[in-house]
């Protein structure tokens, strides 16, 4: 695994992704908004890239170094637990096509692109989902090494377009798929937000992950007055859950010192992306801020 000389903060529009989707921002407007946040460089998303020719993912490459950003990472969402063959295969393909996109939008220093499980499907076992996420992860290995790719798999809770939530939402399903892939090209995206509304400890599942970390969402959690993590794991439409609040890193219920504390126990040194704006672009650099200053004190 490639290691870089410092820990980097890319910034992810999660209060934007709708607008950014169906085209009423554009992904040009949103790159010149993320250069007044001080950050790093850029977490790109599938639907955010309406022309993926090698002249219009360079077209954007080009504005992010306008703003001194780079694009390190794809926030890709494939769904590999579908019961038809041809569906699975379709997204295989597909995440072919991020990996092809990433390898002209990202850095030559580092490029990533995200894995998921898929749809947690009341028709589908345990068994085949583990086993169809696995082959399809292993199937495109080969292709991501080709291509200077790694694949990450999150800890994760739910697509925002997905109506079910995530297959490998759990830690033990997690763990199961991760633990039977064994590849220098793959590693984890590790979420704390993720494990805590999945009704788990964030530092728990760090300590069995960490040393396979590559990448790492940063973001923070409030759980709405009135409301409960049951009603997170009971949310079975698209989108994300009415209990759940965003909040300016630092602020919710993740204890970002016992993070970057076991971060600095590995010598992590890599992207960590905020997932934020969900209540405007102030949160984020709030958040960037927050992150800078967590990377200072650990892992300078």
Same mark, same amino acid.
Not at 74 to 94: G, K, L
């Given at each position: 695994?490639n290691?870089l000389?410092?820990v980097?903060?890319?910034?992810f529009?999660?209060?934007f992704?709708?607008?950014?989707?169906d085209?009423?921002?554009?992904?040009l407007?949103?790159?010149?908004?993320a250069?007044?946040?001080?950050a790093?460089?850029?977490?790109m998303y599938?639907? &955010?890239?309406p022309?993926?020719?090698?002249?219009?993912?360079?077209?954007?490459?080009?504005?992010?170094?306008?703003?001194?950003?780079?694009?390190?990472?794809m926030?890709s969402?494939?769904?590999?637990?579908?019961p038809?063959?041809? &569906?699975r295969a379709?997204?295989?393909?597909?995440?072919k096509?991020?990996?092809r996109?990433?390898s002209?939008l990202?850095?030559?220093?580092?490029?990533s692109?995200r894995?998921?499980s898929?749809q947690?499907?009341?028709?589908?076992?345990?068994?085949?989902?583990?086993r169809?996420?696995?082959?399809?992860?292993?199937?495109l290995?080969?292709?991501?090494?080709?291509?200077?790719v790694?694949?990450?798999?999150?800890?994760?809770?739910?697509?925002?377009?997905?109506t079910?939530?995530?297959?490998a939402q759990?830690s033990e399903?997690?763990?199961?798929?991760i633990?039977q892939?064994?590849?220098p090209w793959?590693?984890?995206?590790?979420d704390?937000s993720?494990?805590?509304v999945?009704?788990?400890d964030p530092l728990?599942l760090l300590?069995?992950?960490?040393?396979?970390?590559?990448?790492?969402?940063?973001?923070?959690r409030?759980?709405?007055?009135?409301h409960?993590?049951?009603?997170?794991?009971?949310?079975?439409?698209?989108?994300?859950?009415s209990?759940?609040?965003?909040?300016v890193?630092g602020?919710?219920?993740?204890?970002?010192?016992k993070i970057f504390?076991?971060?600095?126990?590995v010598? &992590?040194?890599?992207?960590i992306s905020?997932?934020?704006?969900?209540n405007?672009?102030?949160?984020?650099h709030?958040?960037v801020?927050?992150?800078?200053?967590?990377i200072?004190?650990?892992l300078?």
């Amino acid at each position: 695994m490639n290691m870089l000389s410092k820990v980097n903060i890319a910034v992810f529009p999660k209060g934007f992704i709708d607008v950014l989707s169906d085209g009423s921002m554009s992904l040009l407007e949103w790159i010149e908004m993320a250069g007044t946040l001080e950050a790093d460089g850029l977490e790109m998303y599938p639907r &955010f890239l309406p022309d993926l020719t090698k002249p219009g993912l360079l077209e954007v490459k080009a504005a992010a170094e306008r703003q001194g950003l780079q694009i390190p990472m794809m926030c890709s969402s494939p769904d590999f637990t579908h019961p038809d063959p041809q &569906f699975r295969a379709n997204e295989i393909e597909n995440m072919k096509r991020m990996i092809r996109a990433m390898s002209v939008l990202g850095p030559d220093s580092f490029r990533s692109c995200r894995v998921l499980s898929g749809q947690r499907r009341a028709e589908v076992s345990r068994e085949d989902g583990i086993r169809w996420t696995i082959d399809a992860i292993r199937q495109l290995l080969p292709f991501a090494e080709e291509h200077n790719v790694y694949l990450v798999m999150e800890n994760h809770y739910k697509d925002g377009f997905w109506t079910a939530p995530e297959f490998a939402q759990k830690s033990e399903v997690f763990l199961d798929i991760i633990d039977q892939i064994d590849s220098p090209w793959f590693g984890v995206n590790y979420d704390p937000s993720n494990a805590i509304v999945a009704g788990e400890d964030p530092l728990a599942l760090l300590e069995r992950v960490k040393y396979r970390i590559i990448t790492m969402h940063a973001s923070d959690r409030h759980i709405k007055p009135g409301h409960s993590l049951e009603q997170l794991k009971q949310h079975d439409s698209a989108g994300y859950s009415s209990a759940l609040l965003h909040g300016v890193i630092g602020e919710g219920l993740n204890d970002y010192d016992k993070i970057f504390a076991e971060l600095r126990s590995v010598n &992590f040194r890599g992207w960590i992306s905020i997932e934020d704006g969900v209540n405007g672009l102030d949160e984020i650099h709030r958040s960037v801020t927050f992150v800078r200053r967590k990377i200072y004190e650990y892992l300078a």
